[in-house]
Nanobody
């Protein structure tokens, strides 16, 4: 079992940056592949980024590639999402998720066993 707590959300103008953090507690953090997802009002949850257990492999949704960076610090039990060049369409609640099995289905929410409570990101035009 692992508990996840996101932080770092807020309101930012278009073109700005935010850095989200997801702190894990419980089971050994490096046992888990990690992902970030987001859900905008009235829309389905969507994949944003994923990172493997060691941090050496990352994957991104096309919509954020080149603007967002996922990275992790296993010594601090934390995964991060650096978001640059933010757009109004990035407005959503952002969730981190943990996958014990390192599934190849990293873009699918049901591949992850544990979820945080989410943090709101709002980007004004």
């Amino acid at each position: 079992q692992v508990q996840l707590v996101e932080s770092g959300g807020g309101l930012v103008q278009a073109g700005g940056s935010l850095k989200l953090s997801c702190a894990a507690s419980g089971r050994t953090f490096s046992d888990f592949a990690m992902g970030w997802f987001r859900q905008a009002p009235g829309k389905e949850r969507e994949f944003v980024a994923a990172i493997n257990r060691s941090g050496g492999v990352t994957r991104y949704a096309e919509s954020v590639k080149g603007r967002f960076t996922i990275f992790r610090d296993n010594a601090k039990n934390t995964v991060y999402l650096q978001m640059n060049s933010l757009k109004p369409e990035d407005t959503a609640v952002y969730y981190c998720a943990a996958d014990l099995y390192g599934s190849a289905r990293y873009r699918e929410g049901n591949a992850y066993e544990h979820w945080g409570q989410g943090t709101q990101v709002s980007v004004s035009s």
